[in-house]
């Protein structure tokens, strides 16, 4: 040991990135791969790897290179690069340090998941008016990820600090490679039929191909088909799915997921505190303002003696019923008088129609004797006159040897109504006599 050299692990990779600075030229190299597992640094640096079928490598590009592009760098995107190559001491990671980069196209994972992505988009799997609303109260959730997973232990610590009193139910699950979209799927259908407020699907960051399970098609209709209002957590806030895509809710980490459904019991706190506040101020006034009413109510006369109140009414009750009996009994009399002068009219009415009847009856014989009478006696009156007239006509007179004597159709009743040589017409009963008086005698 004592002839053996002992030297720091920052020493050794120290040494390392000299020999390959030095030895390791790229000057005029382009380097062709495909973009993985990127993410752009809100300092403007790109990370990320660059693979191909057989290997992999990370690099960096720092913000003066980034902002020298002409494109915007996406996951699965194939590219030529060209830098040199480092050795990161903090960790010994060797990688690549890109000045320039072009686009080579895209990769064939990444065409693959615009396609689906297309179809799933045209067939409505995204649309809007699909998706759930979030349930007001959330106190009971299922949570779909690795039994093991880092996504698990970010939501049950965010949970236990926010809102430890919610009940939360793993349903495990793969979450990478050819068996997770399947092994997913199982999950959430269990899940579903449990009655669970919301489902959250959660998994940490990784490379494109490590989070391309979540863009099963599958999947994403078995989503689109869920009852339960149902949470995406998947990858970084750079990483977006299908699930992400056709889930209620996206959010960007499964931390954010697990602060989405549940409440902050500090705030919820502070709320209950000021509510609590709120509430005693306006339960003083409440009970200030029925203070009032009650102080107002014990002074009531009718409060002081309820018994002079109950003998005013209990008089008034009393009053109004004799008034109302008394009212009865006159209705009552009222009724009977009406019932009998009804039946006393109807029985006057029936007698004076059976008199009229008789009556009307008896007419037409009583009217033919009454003509009989009028026109016997008529017809004896007629005789009578006739008899009369016949008595009294001149020409009756004169048929007993009288005569009517007259001076220009006046009768002469005096020697006084004749004068000599007037000429005198007699009437006798079978004719007349034409005289000129030639002398009058008085006797």
């Known amino acids: 040991m004592r002839n053996e050299m002992v030297v720091s692990i920052s020493s050794v990779i120290a040494r390392i990135k000299n020999v390959l600075t030095q030895t390791m030229d790229l000057d005029g190299i382009w380097v062709q791969g495909e973009i993985s597992n990127l993410t752009k640094h809100r300092s403007g640096h790109y990370y990320f790897s660059l693979k191909d079928k057989s290997g992999e490598m990370s690099c960096v590009m720092f913000s003066s290179y980034v902002s020298r592009l002409n494109f915007d760098v996406q996951e699965g995107m194939r590219v030529l690069i060209s830098g040199s190559i480092n050795v990161y001491e903090q960790r010994g990671s060797l990688q690549l340090v890109i000045r320039q980069m072009k686009q080579d196209g895209l990769g064939n994972l990444f065409l693959e998941f615009e396609k689906r992505k297309q179809d799933l988009l045209k067939a409505g799997y995204f649309a809007e008016d699909h998706k759930k609303s979030k349930p007001e109260y959330i106190e009971n959730i299922?949570?779909?990820?690795?039994?093991?997973?880092?996504?698990?232990?970010?939501?049950?610590?965010?949970?236990?600090?926010?809102?430890?009193?919610?009940?939360?139910?793993?349903?495990?699950?793969?979450?990478?490679?050819?068996?997770?979209?399947?092994?997913?799927?199982?999950?959430?259908?269990?899940?579903d039929l449990c009655g669970h407020d919301a489902l959250l699907i959660v998994r940490g960051g990784g490379s494109f191909e490590d989070l391309f399970c979540f863009n099963d098609v599958e999947l994403v209709k078995t989503i689109y088909d869920l009852n339960t209002y149902i949470v995406s957590g998947v990858g970084h806030e750079v990483d977006t799915t299908l699930c992400d895509l056709v889930c209620d809710h996206r959010s960007v980490t499964p931390t954010a997921a697990a602060q989405w459904v549940s409440i902050d019991q500090n705030e919820v706190m502070a709320k209950i505190i000021k509510d609590k506040v709120l509430l005693s101020r306006n339960m003083s006034i409440i009970l200030d303002q029925y203070r009032s009413k009650l102080n107002l109510y014990q002074n009531h006369p009718y409060l002081k003696d309820p018994k002079s109140f109950i003998i005013e009414k209990q008089l008034k009750l009393d009053a109004y019923n004799t008034q109302l009996e008394h009212a009865l009994s006159l209705e009552l009399q009222k009724r009977n008088l009406i019932l009998n002068s009804r039946e006393q009219l109807g029985l006057n009415m029936n007698r004076i129609l059976k008199y009229h009847e008789n009556k009307l009856l008896n007419i037409p014989e009583k009217l033919e004797m009454s003509m009989q009478t009028k026109l016997q006696d008529a017809r004896h009156l007629l005789q009578r006159d006739c008899a009369l007239l016949d008595a009294y006509s001149p020409l009756k007179v004169l048929s007993r040897g009288y005569s009517i004597s007259k001076i220009e159709n006046k009768v002469i009743n005096s020697i006084s109504d004749v004068n000599k040589d007037d000429i005198m017409v007699t009437r006798v009963h079978d004719g007349s006599i034409t005289s000129r008086i030639t002398s009058c005698k008085e006797e």
């Not at 939501?155 to 092994?183: D, E, F």
């Open 142 to 191: 299922g949570v779909i990820t690795g039994a093991n997973a880092a996504a698990l232990q970010d939501v049950l610590s965010t949970i236990q600090r926010r809102w430890p009193m919610m009940k939360i139910t793993l349903y495990p699950s793969l979450v990478q490679g050819n068996l997770a979209p399947k092994s997913l799927i199982q999950s959430l259908k269990k899940a």
